[in-house]
């Protein structure tokens, strides 16, 4: 599997692109957004400075690297990025996304994830995983409308927000061995001290 050629996807309203060195002040504004980054484990972004650092380290970096789909989404309409999708290469081929605010409620984040797990499949991915703090059941709905399939909860000492989180994992399996469960997570939870 070759993810360094990652395809441009398109759907009937969005264009999924990777990230540019032109997405900075667009990145900034994803990421600077207390409430669009309550749920996610790192700070929200504090200056174009740390943007940059973040665009560079996060996504044009990792464009040469096998690590998996990263991609900005765009409208069509103007093709500046409102929000992201991941998929990791690696095990467990974890799910993530973010949109701005402005955009929430509109089955974007869905329409998204969709065109990159279909990309993902094609290209033999043989499951995702994808988690949600218990806190932000919209995130789970997400979830479960792309399919996916609730699988365990676990706990995690979030870094660097350094809280303790409950987690809901749910998971898709793309090659057809529908019996399989990740259960790294849950071990993870299993070996931790305390």
Same mark, same amino acid.
């Given at each position: 599997m @070759?993810?360094?050629?990652? =395809?441009?996807?398109?759907?009937?309203? +969005?264009?999924? *692109? *990777? !990230?540019?060195?032109? @997405?900075?002040?667009? +990145?900034?504004?994803?990421?600077? @957004? #207390?409430?669009?980054?309550?749920?996610? =484990?790192?700070? =929200? +972004?504090?200056? $174009?400075?740390? /943007?940059?650092? !973040?665009? #560079?380290?996060?996504?044009? @970096?990792?464009?040469?690297? =096998?690590?998996?789909?990263?991609? /900005? $989404?765009?409208? #069509?309409s103007d093709n500046l990025p409102i929000g992201y999708v991941n998929i990791d290469a690696n095990e467990p081929h974890d799910l993530g996304y973010g949109l701005l605010k402005a955009f929430w409620r509109n089955g974007i984040v869905t329409e998204a994830a969709n065109a990159v797990i279909h990309q993902a499949k094609k290209d033999g991915i043989p499951y995702i995983t994808a988690t949600h703090d218990i806190k932000n059941p919209r995130s789970g709905n997400v979830m479960k409308r792309l399919g996916m399939l609730y699988q365990y909860s676990y706990k995690e000492q979030w870094q660097p927000k350094d809280i303790l989180t409950t987690f809901r994992m749910y998971q898709m399996n793309l090659d057809g061995q529908n019996e399989r469960v990740y259960k790294g997570y849950m071990e993870q939870t299993l070996n931790q001290p305390g």
């Open positions: @070759d993810f360094t050629n990652t =395809p441009t996807l398109e759907t009937e309203r +969005l264009l999924l *692109r *990777r !990230f540019t060195e032109n @997405d900075l002040y667009a +990145l900034f504004a994803i990421h600077s @957004d #207390k409430e669009v980054n309550t749920y996610l =484990p790192w700070f =929200p +972004l504090q200056s $174009i400075e740390e /943007a940059s650092l !973040f665009l #560079k380290e996060r996504y044009l @970096d990792t464009y040469s690297q =096998p690590y998996g789909y990263r991609y /900005a $989404i765009c409208l #069509k």
